[in-house]
């Protein structure tokens, strides 16, 4: 992570929320998801995934507890997966769900500054977990309200161009760029923030346990920097030609350099340089993403 990245916010695109009530609701979710979520206390939130039989991921998410609710935030991708799941495999759980998307906004807070940003908020939220910063969900028809108070403590707003500067620079990978279904929790850098290997079992714990205790994945998460900015989808190479991967988001980091984003093979090491797109880079180790 860069220290001297800016607080700021952001209001994301509009969050898939599905909202669960009843008692059976957090102890269901723990049998789909890869973290502990049926541990949760009011006001407490994880980051999860919805793996396949296999173990690469299907969809992420948060998942908060609000009071008497469970709250799942996805994206708009991902909600039809995660409410087949839920109608497939509820048989024998008591709990109603709601999709209650279009009824609350997504305000990302991003930067080392945004804990203190929260203190004396009076607008009602959810907090997420984020390893940016915080994001908060809140109640649509209070966003601006709640925007107001936040560029009143003089945080900027930030484009989503700057988002994604952000996220690269924290090393966070995304759907579509970094993630899709044939990627495996390890490989993206998401076991320490996504997976808890002392709950019980869950859809492609065997795998995901399994690479974990006794194997290695094949692909790591990198950072590339470079004196040349990158190309998304742009081939990765070492030396000799031999195929790594490709770049996934690419961006300009606050100091200037050009950096992005991309999960490699593993014989690429950190402090090694490689070609990518005709562009010498060299890779270098993402920041641990902690779990919640």
Known sequence: MNTELTTGYLRAEDPAVLVLRGDDAGEFLNGQVTNDVGSL???????????????KIRADMRIARDGDETIVVTSAAHLPVIRHT???FRIGYFFSTTDATGEFALIQLIGPGAPAALEGLT??????????????LVEAGESSALIAQLAGRGLAQFTPEQYETARVEY???????ELNEDTFPAEASLESRAVNFEKGCYVGQETV????????PNRHLRILRSERPLTPGAPVTMADGKELGNVGTATVATTGEPIALAILRREAE????????????????VPELTNA
């Open 41 to 55: 206390t009011d006001g407490e939130s994880r980051y999860a995934l919805l793996l396949t039989p296999k173990g």
């Open 86 to 88: 839920v109608d497939t």
């Open 123 to 136: 607008i009602p939220v959810v907090e997420l977990e984020s390893p940016m910063g915080v994001d908060l």
């Open 171 to 177: 090393g966070v990978p995304a759907f579509g760029t």
């Open 209 to 216: 346990a399994r690479m974990h205790w006794k194997g290695k």
């Open 270 to 285: 950190p402090g090694e340089t490689v070609i990518a797109g005709g562009i010498s880079a060299t890779i270098v180790e």
